[in-house]
């Protein structure tokens, strides 16, 4: 079973910071991609930002500049850190982590930015 727990949501004013981290645990090792996806209301759920195991990074463009993805491999922990946060990223942001052609997801933890 593996199991992937996310923290640090929150309500936060535009302009302000947040940090999400997602651990993976479980029967995974070292998952090839672990990143972070969301989902604002009524909308479908979006990637924002992947981490290869090499260190390769992929960004939404509505992300670039203003996020920051990174991991711990011996940790399998994936991080993300929100800059310069704007109404428009309000959503309940999801972990993901994939290997061997399987996804695993977060629960999901809440985004709010609102002043």
């Known amino acids: 079973q593996v199991q992937l727990v996310e923290s640090g949501g929150g309500l936060v004013q535009p302009g302000g910071s947040l940090r999400l981290s997602c651990a993976a645990s479980g029967s995974i090792s070292r998952p090839n991609v672990m990143g972070w996806y969301r989902q604002a209301p009524r909308k479908e759920r979006e990637l924002v930002a992947t981490?290869?195991?090499?260190?390769?990074?992929n960004y939404a463009d509505s992300v670039k500049g203003r996020f920051t993805i990174s991991r711990d491999n011996a940790k399998n922990t994936v991080y993300l850190q929100m800059n310069s946060l704007k109404p428009g990223d309000t959503a309940v942001y999801y972990c993901?982590?994939?290997?061997?052609?399987?996804?695993?997801w977060g629960q999901g933890t809440q985004v709010t930015v609102s002043s």
């Open positions: 981490i290869t195991s090499g260190g390769t990074i």
């Open positions: 993901n982590a994939h290997t061997l052609d399987i996804d695993y």
